[in-house]
């Protein structure tokens, strides 16, 4: 007998899509998207459509596996390990941990994890809880947004944007950094819908994405300059009198001190043309369309926030609604993230007050995950000797690829990997523990690209002895008998659904009439930003800052910050040329620009193994502009040799013009999947971001030859 089951994808994408699987006889046998979910509206992006692939995959791990082989590339896969069962796993773990905590103390233990799911309970719930009770070292977890997200705050104070749907009702879009075709397709229709009625579509990227080849009009501008060029636009807009006059007197800070940084000739137009590599007029005419065009939008992604100047190239472009105004306006505004209108209970989910019952009785200290290398390979007494990772694949994605595999190869380091598939991280484990699918446990689903909160049902048995992220750890938390003595505490013991009640519990208005039985009856129910629950109210379109209402410390947006002044950094923005760009001094003995940038078809490192996937994405490419390829010889198809201090790769040669003169581009992939064992990341490098100690792996000077056997 069939049925469908309504679940949500828990991957790391804004569309946090709404899913309906159908099952037959206990197997699921087709999946969709939910025509009724008004954003994923009825269809899925390409990743996903095929995830019965993933979730039914010969290669899925089943069962618990003990290390046999020595760790390292050359003994990964199966026959590195044997199968133990979950007994003997939970115990040696529980041991091991327990003597590393009694032998270094509990921060010499590391958990590692970060978007592999995103569901609310399976992301970080039993496992803080868990890691918190034992005292290890807490990961800050910075691989991806926080200089972006941080510097959002530091503008508008909350992680909050315009909504998908009012993308329909803009004139002038800007998709800053954002490959939406590539990883946002939900947004796309409602950029169509706009264009059919006389929008204009702008993409402002390095790279020629596949937006960027839908766009009308793609500006390539150079890696790490955003913040000059929105500096510069706002200086043209506020010397033309094009600003919102009225909006910045009443509802922004600052806006003497931005005057008075954008006229500075740092930010004149000539200036910023030779940083950008963007004519002189297209900035002008950049400037002046985004301000008279009503109402105008801007779509901001991740990707310009992965450079030594990433906090305040976020932060300048965050300030241009604020300027014009836009934000009043039904389809003006902007968005990075709309993941802080979701008011959880994190306390509730996490437990941080867990650690005063630790061995510590205090909080643990904190290790920066974009330096895992340095983490590793330090040698003190403050000795990382035990990392449990899951949700993550930190041989693949860590930066300073040589560094991390060096730490992982450790004899004396203790790793144990949860995971569903063997991978570049699993090649060091000492234990491989197996995971579950979305579509084998029940998740709350929130959204960093819309407002609406999907309770995600279980829709088939976990394959084999795979188990949730939740019920490991509750399981460890219980066999290291957390639950019993003076310390004991009854969260370690709690059920998927009360965990879900708890993380509604969070007295907050927008969560106001939701509760888990409405989410289990209904398949989404959007937050309620009008503290009523009537349904006409709901369905209104949701204007945050319309009338100021902006949260930070003084209500409005801005401008200038006394928190970033207090740090040293710039209270404004500023551009300062990244120690790795085409301005800096070790440009002259690595020249380009690498942009490491993210495939259309896997999503960071995940589906990469599939070969469904993997017939969608040509592999182990090195895109050049025909003016650096001839430079050195070079010919479309050619084995090159990508280079730095920090390493090199093999790649081929794709010269292709998606890229100018003096920026290369190649895709992140597991390391396992070259014939050299390794991935771009080989070449990048732990230094981090201004704002939110985040990775810069696109600011990263490479040389490129032609290899001697090609």
């Not at 206990?26 to 939910?34: E, H, L, P, Y």
């Not at 907050?508 to 409405?518: A, C, D, L, P, V």
């Not at 709901?538 to 409005?556: I, Q």
Request: glycine share 8%; charged share 25%.
């Amino acid at each position: 007998m069939k049925s469908v089951v309504h679940a949500a994808c828990p991957h790391d994408c804004p569309d946090a899509c709404g899913v309906l699987i159908t099952i037959d006889d206990g197997q699921a046998v087709k999946i969709q998207g939910d025509p009724v979910h008004p954003m994923t509206r009825g269809f899925l992006c390409a990743k996903v459509t095929k995830y019965l692939d993933r979730v039914y995959s010969p290669e899925r791990l089943l069962y618990p596996m003990r290390r046999r082989l020595p760790k390292g590339k050359e003994n990964s896969g199966p026959a590195a390990f044997e199968r133990i069962t979950w007994d003997e796993a939970l115990n040696e773990i529980a041991s091991k941990l327990k003597a590393v905590s009694d032998e270094f103390g509990p921060e010499a233990i590391l958990p590692y994890s970060y978007g592999g799911t995103l569901g609310q309970l399976n992301n970080a719930s039993m496992d803080q809880r868990f890691f918190h009770r034992l005292g290890a070292s807490q990961l800050n977890r910075t691989i991806c947004a926080t200089a972006g997200g941080d510097a959002l705050l530091t503008v508008l104070g909350k992680k909050m944007g315009t909504e998908p749907e009012q993308f329909a009702k803009s004139k002038y879009i800007i998709a800053w950094g954002a490959n939406i075709h590539g990883n946002n397709v939900h947004l796309w229709p409602f950029i169509e819908e706009a264009r059919r009625n006389g929008a204009k579509l702008v993409v402002i990227d390095p790279y020629r994405t596949r937006t960027a080849k839908c766009a009308d009009w793609h500006i390539a501008i150079n890696p790490g300059t955003d913040v000059a060029l929105a500096l510069c636009m706002m200086r043209v807009i506020i010397h033309e009198n094009l600003h919102d006059a009225d909006y910045v007197s009443k509802y922004t800070l600052g806006f003497d001190e931005l005057r008075a940084r954008v006229m500075e000739d740092a930010y004149a137009p000539e200036r910023v043309s030779q940083i950008t590599g963007i004519p002189v007029e297209d900035i002008y005419k950049l400037a002046r369309e985004y301000a008279t065009a009503r109402p105008a939008v801007i779509r901001v992604n991740y990707g310009v926030q992965r450079s030594e100047n990433g906090g305040m190239n976020v932060r300048a472009i965050t300030m241009l609604p604020c300027i014009t105004g836009s934000w009043k306006e039904v389809g003006g505004g902007l968005q990075l993230s709309t993941s802080g209108a979701f008011p959880f209970n994190k306390e509730s989910m996490q437990r941080p007050d867990l650690m005063m019952k630790s061995p510590l009785r205090r909080a643990a200290r904190v290790i920066n995950m974009s330096e895992l290398g340095k983490a590793l390979l330090t040698e003190s007494n403050s000795a990382v000797k035990a990392v449990f990772v899951y949700n993550s694949n930190p041989a693949a994605v860590a930066p300073n690829h040589n560094d991390v595999v060096r730490g992982l190869m450790r004899p004396d380091l203790f790793t144990v990997v949860h995971e569903q598939f063997f991978t570049d991280t699993t090649d060091y484990a000492d234990i491989i523990l197996p995971a579950t699918t979305f579509f084998e446990h029940k998740e709350l689903q929130g959204s960093y690209g819309h407002y609406y909160l999907q309770v995600s049902n279980q829709a088939i048995a976990p394959l084999g002895e795979c188990k949730s992220n939740v019920d490991l750890f509750r399981d460890l938390a219980l066999r290291m008998r957390f639950d019993e003595g003076k310390d004991s505490d009854a969260c370690f013991r709690e059920t998927v659904d009360e965990m879900i009640d708890g993380a509604l519990n969070s007295g907050h208005e927008w969560m106001k009439g939701i509760t888990r039985q409405r989410l289990e009856a209904e398949p989404q129910i959007r937050l309620n930003f009008t503290g009523n629950e009537d349904a006409d109210a709901k369905s209104e379109p949701y204007l945050p800052f319309a009338s100021g209402k902006f949260m930070t410390a003084s209500g409005k947006a801005e401008l200038h910050s006394a928190q970033l002044a207090a740090q040293g950094l710039d209270p404004v923005a500023s551009f300062i040329a990244p120690k790795e760009s085409r301005h800096s001094e070790r440009a002259r003995e690595f020249p380009l620009e690498l942009l490491g940038r993210k495939a259309d078809n896997h999503l960071n490192t995940t589906f990469c193994n599939l070969p469904s996937h993997q017939k969608m994405e040509e592999p182990h490419l090195l895109e050049m502009s025909p003016v650096d390829a001839n430079a050195r010889g070079i010919r479309d198809g050619d084995a090159v040799r990508v280079f730095n201090s920090r390493g090199e790769l093999t790649l081929k040669a794709r010269v292709d013009g998606a890229v100018r003169a003096g920026v290369v581009a190649a895709k992140l992939d597991w390391a396992r999947l070259n014939p050299e064992g390794k991935n771009i990341n080989v070449l990048t490098s732990e230094t981090l971001t201004e704002i939110g100690a985040g990775a810069t792996f696109y600011s990263c000077l490479v040389q490129v030859s032609k290899t001697s056997n090609a």
